[in-house]
Structure formats: structure tokens, C-alpha cells
């Protein structure tokens, strides 16, 4: 038998039968405003993702070059790869971002104040993903080998982890730079 203290607090601290919102509805207009924004980014960034790397057939092939439809030119593969794992981070944010949205808005901590940081956050994504993978195929970071990213499924899925985790990457990166330089207020 499970303690029911030990159970998860799924909830958001209501009585069962409370339903009315706590929102206003100016602040439903922004959250839903902010909602289809986050959504439209996820659908652009998989499109592009989807349509801007992916060779159409074989008439459309080059050696070390991927053709995009979408700009109608060849991309060299190297180039298409980062751009696919920006793209990948991009999406990774959003989803975080979405992730975030939804549950502050049923927590009830959601507030109009952090609009610009829900904005930004996927924009912010795809650069930590793009510049962590730089690091890591430099072998400036030794975790991974620098052939792991020539396997493109592989590549993906670490852009959209690192978007996904990509405050979790700067907030670690800030405290590495503090225990190696120091701050400004250290004497």
C-alpha cells in the first residue's frame, strides 16, 4: 500500500470542483497569442529542418552536397549539418518553452513579465546547440568523439537536447567561467 504523502502533488493546490481561471481575459488573449507564437515556431523550425537539408532524389545529388528545395541550390554538407543542428536546438527550445508555458499557466505562476524570455528562448537554444556542438566536435569538449556528429540522426538529437537543456548548458558554463576567472567583485 502507498503512502498517500508519498504520492507526486500532481495538482495545482485547488479544491476539486474549482474550475473558474485564474487569468483574466487580456492575460488568456497573451497566453494563447504567446501559445500560437511558440507553436508557429515549432512548425517554421521543422520545416525548414524537414525542407532546407534533405536531398529530393537522385538527379539532385552531388558528392559532399545536400540539395535544398526550399532555396533551390546545393548546400555543402558540412554547412547543412550545423545549420540542422541550430534548427534541431531551435526546436528543442520550444519545446521547453512550451513545457514551461503550460505549466506555469496551471500552477498559476505564469505572469505577462516574462513574454521577452519566452520570445527569446528558442532563438537562444539554437545558438547554445549550435556553439556547444562546435565545442564538442573540436574535441575542445572530450565527451563525445569528433566523428559523432557525421551520423546526422545522431546530430539532431544532440541539437535538440541541447536546446532542450540550454539555460541547464549556460548556467553551467557561468559557474565553470566563475571558478576559472573569478568575478569582479572577488578581490
Given at each position: 500500500m502507498v503512502d498517500e504523502e508519498e504520492l507526486p502533488d500532481y495538482d495545482d493546490g485547488r479544491n476539486t470542483g474549482?474550475?473558474?481561471?485564474?487569468?483574466?481575459?487580456?492575460?488568456?488573449?497573451?497566453?494563447?497569442?504567446?501559445?500560437?507564437?511558440?507553436?508557429?515556431?515549432?512548425?517554421?523550425?521543422?520545416y525548414f529542418l524537414i525542407e532546407a537539408v534533405t536531398e529530393k532524389s537522385e538527379e539532385f545529388t552531388r558528392e559532399g552536397f545536400i540539395y535544398s528545395s526550399l532555396f533551390g541550390v546545393f548546400i555543402a554538407e558540412e554547412k547543412a549539418k550545423w545549420i540542422a543542428l541550430a534548427l534541431a536546438g531551435f526546436v528543442g527550445g520550444a519545446v521547453f518553452d512550451l513545457k514551461w508555458m503550460y505549466h506555469s499557466v496551471a500552477k498559476g505562476i505564469w505572469n505577462v513579465d516574462r513574454c521577452l524570455w519566452r520570445v527569446i528562448v528558442p532563438f537562444n537554444s539554437a545558438m547554445v546547440s549550435l556553439f556547444t556542438g562546435f565545442l564538442f566536435a573540436s574535441g575542445v569538449i572530450p565527451f563525445l568523439k569528433n566523428e559523432s556528429f557525421d551520423d546526422f540522426y545522431v546530430l539532431l538529437g544532440f541539437g535538440f537536447v541541447f536546446g532542450y537543456f540550454s539555460d541547464n548548458i549556460l548556467a553551467a558554463l557561468q559557474n565553470l567561467a566563475k571558478k576559472a576567472f573569478g568575478t569582479l567583485d572577488d578581490s
Open positions: 474549482d474550475w473558474k481561471s485564474r487569468y483574466e481575459p487580456r492575460a488568456w488573449f497573451q497566453i494563447l497569442a504567446e501559445f500560437l507564437l511558440l507553436f508557429s515556431y515549432l512548425i517554421v523550425a521543422n
